[in-house]
């Protein structure tokens, strides 16, 4: 097979195109000067737009924040609740043994000023099955870990457990 002269003239295929879209070389265009104006406008902009996504992408984060620590603060004064109740309903048992895990757990959970209240108080004298009620009440201000708290400021969470008791009547 021959090689003719058309052949040779083509460029290769294999040759990338030095050519851009208007027909202008592709070759760098305006000197280092021109490319540090661009980058530094560049520049600019990303700051401008990182602006206009770090607001609201902060106030979500933070009130992600607060919202799942409203949430574990309630779940833990229902586990206290819980755990009070489950104290008061076993034969024997006395308030200052409720309070006394109430207390327990409310300072694992870092809750330093909270209010319990015991349904009946003389749970004691109680026949079995009659119910107890152990409740809690405390202040989201001092629970939360934000400088501020948006949405839960001076809310008052409160949690309670009734359970039947467990033993009959002490003699």
């Known amino acids: 097979m021959a090689i003719s ?49 770090a607001i609201p992408l902060f106030l979500f984060i933070f ?7 409203a949430f574990m603060f309630a779940d833990s004064l229902e586990e206290a609740a819980r755990a009070g109740c489950r104290a008061a309903i076993v034969r024997g048992a006395q308030l200052d043994q409720v309070t006394d895990e109430v207390e327990r757990l409310l300072e694992l959970a870092g809750v330093k000023s909270y209010s319990v209240e015991v349904t009946p108080e003389a749970f004691s004298a109680l026949e079995q099955f009659e119910p107890v009620t152990v409740s809690i009440t405390a202040s989201f201000d001092e629970a939360t870990w934000l400088p501020w708290s948006k949405f839960f400021a001076n809310k008052k969470f409160t949690a309670s457990c009734t359970m039947p008791r467990e033993a009959a009547k002490e003699t």
């Open 63 to 69: 009130t992600t924040i607060e919202f799942a620590r």
């Open 5 to 53: 002269d058309t052949t040779l003239a083509q460029p290769h295929a294999a040759e990338p195109s030095r050519r851009g879209r208007s027909g202008q070389r592709a070759a760098f265009r305006g000197g280092a000067a021109a490319a540090a104006r661009r980058r530094a406008r560049r520049r600019g902009a990303a700051a401008v737009e990182f602006a206009f996504v």
